[in-house]
């Protein structure tokens, strides 16, 4: 299960972020896009990172996790498809191999919602 390696990473990143700011931030939501054919499982990595950030600056926080689909562009047809991981792979117009992956290998914290002392309402910060 490497959802619970990934959860330990995103917490030291998090972690990191949190010590860099000029004021201590309170993070209530990160959200997370995660491609399909990283083979990351959204519900193992949402349940690694409930366990794992309990009794934690992270305890209580939301993690929000978006999915962006598997697209691969063929060059030989100029069209973009989406293959059915783990079963068809080339392009279904002309049987190409897959060469070109336009998304779905994601796998990046998109932005973090905090508070700080001095605010009450949320903060965002993008692409950490």
Known sequence: MHE???TKALML???DWC????EQAKISTIHLIVGKFTCVEPVSLQFAFEV???NTFL????????ETPLIAFCH???QEYQPEIGIQYAC?????PMEDIR???ELKIDRIEYSTNTTKENNYAPNI
Not at 19 to 22: D, M
Not at 59 to 66: E, H, V
Not at 92 to 96: D, L, M, T, Y
Request: with cysteine; hydrophobic share 20%; net charge positive.
């Open 4 to 6: 619970t390696d990934m």
């Open 13 to 15: 990143t998090l972690k």
């Open 19 to 22: 010590q860099s700011q000029p």
């Open 52 to 54: 794992q950030s309990r």
């Open 59 to 66: 305890d209580g926080a939301k993690l929000i996790i978006q």
């Open 76 to 78: 030989r047809c100029q």
């Open 92 to 96: 279904p117009q002309c049987q190409s």
């Open 103 to 105: 998304s779905g290998r």
